[in-house]
C-alpha cells in the first residue's frame, strides 16, 4: 500500500496555494527548481549515453564524463530537497501525529514546518563555511579543471530553498483552516493499491 497526500494532478502545473507575494515567490522557486532537476536529469541522461556510445565505438570513454555526472548528481540531489518539501513527499513518521485532533496536527505541523527550516537554514550556513574552506584550498577536478567549490554551490542553494518552502508551509498552516503538509498539499492519505 502506497501512502501518499492528497494534491493537485501536477500535469496541469503546480499552483501556489499562498495569497500576494508569498504565492509569487512560492511560483518562482518552484519554476527555478523545475528547470534544475529537468536540465539535471536530461544531461546527466545525456552524459551517460554519450559516455557508453564512445566506450563501445572508440573503446574509450569520455575522460570527464565521471566528473559531470557528479556535478549532476549534486544538483538534482539539492534541487530535489525543495521539490520533495513542495510537493509534501517528504519522509513522514507520523504515529503520534495521526492520533491527534486536527488542532494538534496543525500545531505540530508548524512546530515541524519550523524547526525543519531552522535546521535547513543551519545546514545551509554549514554549507556555505564547506565551500568557502574548499575556495580557500583552490583545489580543482582533475579532468575539468573546475574548482571544486563550485560544483558544491548547489547546496547551499538547496538547502536555502527548502528552509524558505517550510516557512512557507508553516505560514499556509497559520492562515488555513486545514492541515497541509506544503503549501498546496492538503494532509491525508490515499490508498492507491490495487488486489490483483
Not at 566528473?67 to 530537497?81: D, P, V, Y
Not at 583552490?138 to 538547496?158: D, E, K, N, Q
Not at 497559520?174 to 498539499?185: G, H, I, P, R, W
Amino acid at each position: 500500500m502506497t501512502n501518499s497526500a492528497t494534491e493537485p494532478d501536477e500535469a496541469e502545473g503546480y499552483k501556489s496555494g499562498l495569497p500576494g507575494p508569498l504565492g509569487v515567490v512560492d511560483l518562482l522557486i518552484a519554476k527555478i527548481e523545475a528547470v534544475m532537476l529537468a536540465i539535471g536529469v536530461l544531461l546527466m541522461a545525456l552524459n551517460t549515453c554519450i559516455n557508453v556510445v564512445a566506450r563501445f565505438v572508440f573503446g574509450e570513454g569520455l575522460f570527464f564524463s565521471g566528473e559531470i555526472n557528479r556535478i549532476l548528481i549534486i544538483l538534482i540531489t539539492f534541487a530535489g530537497l525543495g521539490y520533495a518539501a513542495r510537493h509534501g513527499r517528504h519522509i513522514r513518521m507520523s504515529a503520534i501525529y495521526d492520533t491527534l485532533p486536527t488542532g494538534g496536527r496543525k500545531v505540530l505541523m508548524i512546530v515541524i514546518a519550523l524547526f525543519t527550516s531552522v535546521v535547513m537554514f543551519v545546514l545551509c550556513y554549514f554549507s556555505v563555511e564547506y565551500i568557502l574552506n574548499l575556495y580557500s584550498r583552490g583545489r580543482v577536478l582533475p579532468a575539468l579543471g573546475i574548482p571544486i567549490w563550485l560544483i558544491y554551490i548547489w547546496v547551499p542553494i538547496g538547502f536555502a530553498i527548502t528552509g524558505v518552502q517550510y516557512v512557507l508551509t508553516a505560514i499556509k498552516n497559520m492562515v488555513a483552516k486545514d492541515v497541509y503538509l506544503s503549501t498546496s498539499v492538503l494532509d491525508g492519505y490515499a490508498d492507491t493499491e490495487t488486489e490483483i
